[in-house]
């Protein structure tokens, strides 16, 4: 019996993995099992790498479906992904995304249908490891300036927390609105539109503040 299987990596930086989960079952998936990794990153380790990442090459079968928030959770960069995505498919596993709703099936023996989901995969695969990059040394830049300033003047405290920034965050690659977005986090628009203009400075405020 086929099984549908979802991966999530989660990070202090992430959000949390009962968030990941409602998020893939409320895009309408109904998810067999969860295999997560916590505190692990994404940026230097391959799905192999990973304690349990590496358990899914032996978990997934022929006919599974393995579902993934985005293409950046299986692999480090851009080789990594699609590596991963054309061995599950070379296995008979499908793999989908709950971003987008993205479909990778080797089934297909149509040459043109091959070819535009290859070149989907490279696609996403280039932009993820282009986006995990840029946040990295966005990231490790406001971590300098934050504790350079920790003895100085750190701001207002945020309202929201990390768990909730990552919800923001997540909320706002899928194309919610601000509205909705406030609604669900009970954050005002005005902290929400703050965080969409600039979310690594929302990540500063929260570390100045040692959270």
């Known amino acids: 019996m086929s099984k549908t299987i979802l991966y999530a990596r989660v990070s202090t930086a992430d959000q949390t993995l009962d968030h990941q989960r409602t998020q893939a079952e409320a895009a309408g998936f109904v998810i067999d099992e969860v295999v997560a990794d916590?505190?692990?990153?994404?940026?230097?380790?391959?799905?192999?790498?990973?304690?349990?990442?590496?358990?899914?090459?032996?978990?997934?079968?022929?006919?599974?479906?393995?579902?993934?928030?985005?293409?950046?959770r299986l692999g480090r960069n851009y080789q990594d992904v699609t590596d991963t995505i054309r061995h599950f498919m070379r296995q008979g596993v499908v793999v989908k995304t709950v971003i987008n709703g993205l479909t990778f099936d080797g089934a297909t023996q149509d040459p043109m249908q091959e070819a535009v989901r290859d070149a989907l995969i490279a696609f996403m695969a280039a932009t993820a490891q282009a986006q995990a990059e840029a946040t990295?040394?966005?990231?490790?830049?406001?971590?300098?300036?934050?504790?350079?300033?920790?003895?100085?003047?750190?701001?207002?405290?945020?309202?929201?927390?990390?768990?909730?920034?990552?919800?923001?965050?997540?909320?706002?690659?899928?194309?919610?609105?601000?509205?909705?977005?406030?609604?669900?986090?009970?954050?005002?628009?005005?902290?929400?539109?703050?965080?969409?203009?600039?979310?690594?400075a929302a990540d500063i405020a929260l570390i100045r503040w040692g959270t």
């Open 38 to 72: 916590h505190g692990v990153s994404g940026v230097s380790t391959t799905l192999q790498e990973r304690p349990e990442g590496k358990r899914l090459y032996d978990k997934l079968r022929h006919g599974d479906t393995l579902v993934v928030r985005w293409v950046d």
């Open 136 to 200: 990295k040394e966005a990231q490790k830049a406001g971590i300098a300036a934050a504790r350079e300033d920790s003895t100085k003047y750190r701001g207002k405290k945020p309202s929201y927390t990390r768990e909730t920034l990552g919800i923001v965050v997540d909320m706002l690659g899928q194309g919610a609105g601000t509205t909705e977005i406030s609604k669900a986090t009970g954050l005002t628009r005005q902290t929400v539109l703050r965080i969409r203009q600039n979310p690594v």
